[in-house]
């Protein structure tokens, strides 16, 4: 909205016109909070699920926010906000649109919604939540929000499909989950691999709180061990059936233009160095003394995959596709090393 100066007033005294101009004057620019209230005055009237899902959309497109965090566009963020205030699955949200939504969840989704295109922080930040293959995750700015390709291989690659399949699952025993963060991939893990123990290692302290309480909330302590280390240092001497890694493999191009959003998240989770794999090297290096025989591993390196085979111009890297991604993640095993 562009800013124009106050037109001069004619003031009348005693029945006479004054013709001396005033100063002019600027109209101070709307802070976030005034363009916030001036918002919600604008609102049309919110009764569904549906017309919450909409205008938060149309908030979302015209604040040019950044989807990078398990949502893809302006609805699908929408409506995530919406199904958190209401208690509802993501599933559930789109067949229940039409349910009316109580004073008080329509007043946090309004909330949510300005404080996410105001503080630019990610939406799973401000509800603590975010899913996984269904599964929801507490995540806070200790971890990295979780939005891995891996948890749909694990589903894909390692069932009943000869075709696709890597591993008989029944047959995984040990697996290692390396940058762990919030746990989820360690999660997931435990789940397609059912007869499995997994160790979950990171060099964040404050990651491994956070990936803690996810692996009690899932009734999980049992199965899975939380180790503090850097890469294979917190596991010395084991070895596994699967080694799963999400590591940091954002190069210095990209780390130099991250959206608003992913700069509140740990940077630690993205800098994978100049070319981007400093630290998949050291995965891929360490991983065949680490991998039982018929192991492998399976790792996510975003848009790494020319440096990757570049640096080793003799591997045999399996390149898997996902429903969303191609070229994203690698399968190796440790005689194609």
């Given at each position: 909205m562009s800013k124009k100066a106050a037109r001069a007033g004619q003031s009348k005294t005693a029945g006479r016109t004054s013709t001396k101009k005033r100063p002019a004057t600027r109209r101070a620019a709307k802070t976030p909070k005034q363009q916030s209230l001036a918002a919600k005055a604008t609102a049309p009237e919110l009764v569904t699920i549906f017309d919450y899902v909409r205008f938060g959309a149309a908030r979302l497109k015209r604040?040019?926010?950044?989807?990078?965090?398990?949502?893809?566009?302006?609805?699908?963020?929408?409506?995530?906000?919406?199904?958190?205030?209401?208690?509802?699955?993501?599933?559930?949200?789109?067949?229940?649109?039409?349910?009316?939504?109580?004073?008080?969840?329509?007043?946090?989704?309004?909330?949510?919604?300005?404080?996410?295109?105001?503080?630019?922080?990610?939406?799973?930040?401000?509800?603590?939540?975010?899913?996984?293959?269904?599964?929801?995750?507490?995540?806070?700015?200790?971890?990295?929000?979780?939005?891995?390709?891996?948890?749909?291989?694990?589903?894909?690659?390692?069932?009943?499909?000869?075709?696709?399949?890597?591993?008989?699952?029944?047959?995984?025993?040990?697996?290692?989950?390396?940058?762990?963060?919030?746990?989820?991939?360690?999660?997931?893990?435990?789940?397609?691999?059912?007869?499995?123990?997994?160790?979950?290692?990171?060099?964040?302290?404050?990651?491994?709180?956070?990936?803690?309480?996810?692996?009690?909330?899932?009734?999980?302590?049992?199965?899975?061990?939380?180790?503090?280390?850097?890469?294979?240092?917190?596991?010395?001497?084991?070895?596994?059936?699967?080694?799963?890694?999400?590591?940091?493999?954002?190069?210095?191009?990209?780390?130099?233009s991250l959206p608003r959003e992913c700069l509140a998240e740990p940077r630690m989770a993205f800098d994978g160095g100049a070319d981007g794999i400093d630290l998949v090297r050291q995965i891929i290096d360490g991983a065949k003394t680490h991998l039982a025989p018929g192991g492998g591993l399976l790792c996510e390196v975003g848009r790494c995959k020319p440096a990757l085979e570049k640096a080793y111009p003799r591997a045999s890297f399996l390149w898997l596709e996902t429903e969303e991604s191609e070229g994203e993640v690698f399968w190796i095993e440790p005689d194609a090393l």
């Open positions: 604040a040019r926010v950044a989807f990078a965090h398990g949502t893809t566009d302006p609805v699908a963020e929408a409506a995530f906000l919406v199904g958190e205030a209401m208690h509802l699955h993501p599933d559930e949200v789109e067949p229940k649109a039409a349910r009316r939504v109580p004073k008080a969840a329509g007043q946090r989704i309004l909330r949510w919604i300005e404080q996410r295109i105001e503080t630019r922080k990610p939406a799973a930040y401000l509800v603590n939540r975010m899913y996984m293959r269904g599964l929801p995750f507490y995540v806070d700015e200790r971890v990295i929000v979780p939005r891995s390709f891996i948890g749909e291989i694990l589903e894909s690659h390692f069932g009943g499909d000869d075709i696709l399949r890597l591993r008989d699952p029944a047959t995984v025993t040990r697996v290692l989950d390396l940058c762990t963060g919030s746990g989820c991939l360690a999660i997931l893990a435990a789940r397609a691999f059912p007869n499995a123990t997994v160790d979950a290692a990171d060099l964040s302290a404050d990651a491994l709180d956070v990936a803690a309480r996810n692996v009690r909330e899932h009734g999980l302590t049992d199965r899975i061990a939380l180790a503090q280390g850097d890469l294979f240092g917190a596991v010395e001497g084991k070895r596994y059936d699967l080694i799963i890694s999400n590591p940091p493999y954002v190069d210095a191009h990209g780390m130099a």
